[in-house]
């Protein structure tokens, strides 16, 4: 399991990290259902892009956090990630955090995109729905879990990017 920094400030409970990672996978499998309903590959290749932005998020952000390999991790991730990656010490954590994120964008921003294009050529119910499920999810419940429930009480919180999106 490597370096575990046990003396983290907290331990999140099993049931927050469920509830932290319940809405980001349901985007990833709704985003994956509509671009399944445009074009099998599209669909396919998105499902990949996840996974590839989600393990890049666990080589390049999560090893230069406080909440690396501890139980303080509001998702679980610090977790995982120390499983395969070394802890990356002395360096900014806001800039690295604001220089990678950007590789998770297109998982939110592909499915609506080629969805309102879809229904610019053709109206279609079921992507229409699809769509408004993903909206729902990725748009809100995402941002107001890792907000309000997973980060609520993190002692990182004043030095974390993206709940403080204001500070330079
Ligand atoms: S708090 Fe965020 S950056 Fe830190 S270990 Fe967890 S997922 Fe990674």
Partial sequence: MGN?????????????LLLDNLPTVSMFFLGTAILIRVTLWLGIGYLF????????????ICPHCHHFATFGCPCGYGHISSLFFKKKNGTNF????????????????????VTIYVLLQQFDRALFVLMILFSITAFLLVPYVSKFVGCKNCASRSNCPWINKEKK
């Fill in 49 to 60: 892009y996840a996974g590839f932005a989600i393990a890049w998020f666990w080589a390049h």
């Fill in 4 to 16: 575990k920094n046990l003396h983290c400030q907290r331990v999140v409970p099993f049931w927050l």
């Fill in 94 to 113: 806001r800039r690295i955090f604001r220089k990678n994120i950007v590789v998770l964008f297109p998982c939110w921003f592909i499915p609506p995109v």
